[in-house]
């Protein structure tokens, strides 16, 4: 099966469905060869499962089970971010070189893996005259890296059809190797809650003028006075409760002198949250809401002193903060009413899905049987994921991709080298298939 597999996966990362904020940029047509492309790798798919379009690229299969009492949702989707050609691939980026055991190109672990490995999982299950003991819906979007329209809408049409999911599962942690601080073994983190992406921007504004008659804190030394106080001021660290999970789990596998601290960690949440933030960035934005400053804008030219600048500031918000929340502290930390803030995009964390019922158990324990090694625990997924649209459909939302990943291919995400073992690829389609047989009637 692994080669023809990998076969599927590197024919669709070398179509570049690459995501833009402005429409008008996006190539269409690699889109259109995309979803053409799927329906003749996976004829079976396509011929027994319903299909209906979400808008202009996204797919939402329907697969009828024995039931439809507790309905699922699997969920991927095609688009990839853009590439910096001047960063250092050591194959290209949409080359789907076959290299040291491994898919080489954007896209392979971000997220067309994880589409592939879902579709083999339903093309073999059909090729068996496999029925799911409940209905099967395979959401996947077009436009997920831009927080498009595709999954919001995908959402509407389930509405519509009065589906109401036992659980939804999207991409999210991984079965991520060297993740916590001492402990040996992988850890295959679910995500049952996400940050809030919100985007902030910093802005000031003046007379300007001729750079030959500089005065002192003009615009664009005010804003980077606001810059780096934002920089000095970080959010307050704290442990969200499932992050408390997370290390209770993880507890038995860490050092001796670490087990008490992890697994009395409720009793000592203070002491934790500065030991995580301690050990790096990886753990410590477990810990708190994050603020990135990851653009700038002054000056049309080099001689002309900026009437206006601007800084865009991502910010991931930790369950428990809000919008409001992360406003009122970043004007405290800029300390400048000079400096304006404005929301240009808010985005609150995602609710917190439950870890005690049977269809977390269920993921868990698909997880204990493909990579019996892995420590299967919740935690706080760091990014955005098209998963956190389906929260007002259904209590329980998920964020695993079923991969073991290195810290360098984590590293990779939406860098450069990204790649996934062909071993990797064939087991993520094996959990996606056990996850559908293991369904409960």
């Known amino acids: 099966m692994s080669a023809t597999l990998t076969e599927k996966l590197r024919t669709l990362v070398r179509i570049p469905t690459i995501s833009y904020a402005d429409p008008t940029a996006v190539d269409t047509e690699a889109f259109d060869l ?244 301690a050990a790096g960035p990886e753990t410590a934005a477990m810990t708190r809401t994050t603020a990135a400053v990851t653009t700038l804008q002054g000056s049309p030219a080099l001689n002309v002193i900026a009437s206006t600048a601007r800084a865009g500031v991502n910010v991931r918000v930790l369950v428990g903060d809000t919008v409001a929340s992360v406003v009122e502290h970043v004007r405290a930390a800029v300390h400048d009413d000079s400096v304006t803030v404005e929301v240009l995009e808010a985005g609150e964390a995602s609710p917190v899905s439950p870890t005690d019922d049977d269809a977390f158990r269920l993921v868990t324990a698909t997880i204990e049987e493909v990579f019996p090694d892995a420590i299967a625990t919740p935690y706080v997924m760091m990014g955005a994921t098209d998963a956190r649209f389906f929260t007002a459909l259904c209590p329980r939302v998920y964020r695993y991709t079923p991969f073991r990943m290195s810290r360098p291919q984590r590293a990779s995400l939406h860098s450069f080298d990204e790649h996934l073992r062909v071993d990797d690829l064939a087991d993520g389609a094996r959990w996606y298939r056990r996850l559908v047989e293991g369904l409960p009637a």
């Open 34 to 277: 995309f979803v053409a492309t799927l329906a003749e790798l996976f004829p079976l798919l396509h011929g027994h499962l319903a299909l209906t379009r979400i808008g202009q690229h996204g797919l939402l299969f329907h697969w009828p089970g024995a039931s439809d009492e507790r309905p699922v949702v699997l969920m991927a989707h095609l688009d990839v971010v853009p590439v910096d050609e001047s960063a250092p691939w050591q194959h290209p980026a949409f080359g789907a070189v076959l290299a040291d055991g491994a898919v080489w190109g954007r896209g392979t672990l971000d997220d067309k893996g994880s589409l592939v490995a879902i579709c083999e999982a339903v093309e073999t299950l059909l090729a068996d005259g496999f029925t799911p003991a409940q209905d099967v819906w395979l959401s996947f979007g077009a436009d997920e890296e831009v927080s498009g329209t595709c999954a919001p809408a995908a959402v509407v049409e389930l509405e519509r059809r009065g589906v109401l999911p036992w659980f939804v599962l999207d991409e999210g942690g991984a079965v991520a190797a060297d993740a916590f601080p001492g402990v040996a073994a992988p850890l295959a983190v679910v995500g049952v809650t996400e940050k809030g992406t919100t985007n902030l921007e910093l802005r000031t504004e003046g007379r300007g003028g001729h750079s030959s008659m500089p005065s002192r804190m003009d615009t664009t030394a005010r804003l980077a006075r606001a810059i780096l106080r934002l920089e000095r001021s970080p959010f307050p660290a704290r442990v969200p409760a499932p992050t408390l999970e997370m290390l209770r789990r993880v507890a038995p596998h860490a050092p001796a002198a670490l087990r008490p601290l992890l697994a009395h960690a409720h009793k000592a949440p203070p002491l934790l949250a500065r030991a995580l933030v």
